[in-house]
């Protein structure tokens, strides 16, 4: 399985891809890829849910977005 989507850091791990409930900047997500987060000091996950920048969240529990 590949990414759907870039992210632009190469020492974030790539895990896989989950169908989402989420909206950002008020366009509701379906599908995202989820990503183990390189920064020991912030959350643990990475949603991405296009290539563009700012089009993500983080998060300790990626479940909670999930269908």
């Known amino acids: 399985m590949k990414p759907s989507f870039k992210h632009d850091c190469a020492d974030c791990k790539f895990v896989g891809k989950i ?3 989420l ?14 987060s390189c920064e020991t000091g912030g959350s643990k ?3 991405r849910c296009s290539s563009r920048g700012s089009d993500y969240i983080t998060t300790n529990n990626f479940t909670e977005y999930m269908l």
């Open 23 to 36: 909206t950002l900047e008020g366009v509701k997500k379906k599908a995202a890829d989820l990503y183990e």
């Open 45 to 47: 996950y990475i949603l």
């Open 19 to 21: 169908f989402v409930a």
